[in-house]
């Protein structure tokens, strides 16, 4: 079993190796913030997501000759995290890109369609292609795939802005926002010796790391998905507890050693964003 062990230095740059893989400059800015976006993998993973989400969307029209906005959504959002995965560092020009790798998305599902009625009489992809234009000024209806589309570059430019890494260094508790509130950027807030961070963050899903000062310290982890409504919780990366979301919120309490020395209390909420209130001996534990 790997465990995370104590901050290394090097240079300007404070890391620490573990199962989170989380790095910080100094300053408390995360490492990301200083690297450069990888254009190359973001547009070949943009461009990759982009070719599955227009076979998606074309299959649909075939299936059953009408579009959906909840589906444009669900590309736009793949295509965002296939960017972001392929960049790391998000960047005015990443969200351009996964604007346009989702337009290009819908276009490829509407050729794909049209190609496929076509094809009885001998057209071919190309073919289409070059009669586009034709083709929009006898049924502009075609057109509407374009209007839904707009859900999936929101949902995309949406995802990714807030992928951003934070430029500025965090301030201390009581002065930083807690997780879930105004202002909360990912990083890390010590209390007492124990502190949280924030391990994983997306529009559907968190992920939040409790590390437990004292004479025999503990880790917890639990994460909360909106997309499945469940909520899991390690204690030492073993399995406490799995357990669905059902209303506005659910409390977990994890007593560790027995509940003879603290008792870590997590609190899932939000029916669309995801949050985790963390609270430590029932005194809010601040997450960033």
Same mark, same amino acid.
């Given at each position: ?9 090097t240079g300007t740059f404070t890391s620490t ?27 070949? #993973?943009?461009?990759? /997501?982009?070719?599955? @989400?227009?076979? %998606?969307?074309? *299959?649909? &029209?075939? +299936?059953? $000759?009408? !579009? =959906? ?8 959002? #793949?295509?965002?995290? /296939?960017?972001?995965? @392929?960049?790391? %560092?998000?960047? *005015?020009? &990443?969200? +351009?890109? $996964?604007? !346009? =790798?989702?337009?290009l998305s819908i276009f490829l599902g509407q ?113 909360y998905s909106t997309m499945t409504g469940k ?58």
């Amino acid at each position: 079993m790997t465990t995370a062990g104590p901050p290394t230095t090097t240079g300007t740059f404070t890391s620490t190796s573990g199962p989170t893989g989380y790095e910080t400059a100094s300053g408390g800015v995360p490492l990301e913030a200083t690297r450069g976006v990888r254009w190359a993998p973001a547009i070949g #993973f943009g461009f990759g /997501a982009a070719l599955v @989400g227009g076979l %998606v969307w074309g *299959a649909i &029209i075939l +299936a059953t $000759g009408y !579009i =959906f906005g909840l589906v444009a959504i669900i590309i736009g959002l #793949f295509i965002g995290w /296939a960017v972001h995965k @392929g960049a790391r %560092v998000v960047s *005015a020009g &990443i969200i +351009a890109l $996964g604007a !346009i =790798f989702t337009l290009l998305s819908i276009f490829l599902g509407q050729l794909t369609a049209l190609s496929v009625y076509a094809a009885p009489y001998g057209a071919t992809p190309l073919d289409v292609i070059a009669a586009y234009p034709r083709i929009v000024s006898l049924a502009p209806k075609v057109l509407l795939d374009y209007v839904f589309a707009m859900f999936g570059v929101f949902a995309s430019a949406r995802y990714l802005w807030r992928q951003r890494p934070s430029a500025q260094p965090r301030p201390p508790y009581p002065f930083a926002a807690p997780f879930g509130a105004p202002g909360g950027v990912p990083g890390s807030v010590s209390t007492n010796g124990s502190s949280v961070h924030v391990v994983e963050r997306g529009m559907a899903k968190v992920a939040v790391e409790v590390r437990v000062a004292g004479p025999r310290p503990h880790t917890v982890r639990a994460s909360y998905s909106t997309m499945t409504g469940k909520a899991q919780v390690l204690v030492d990366a073993v399995p406490f507890t799995s357990t669905r979301v059902w209303g506005l919120s659910k409390e977990v309490h994890v007593p560790l050693d027995g509940g003879t020395t603290h008792t870590v209390s997590l609190t899932f909420r939000g029916a669309s964003s995801p949050q985790i209130d963390v609270r430590l001996d029932g005194a809010p534990l601040p997450v960033s």
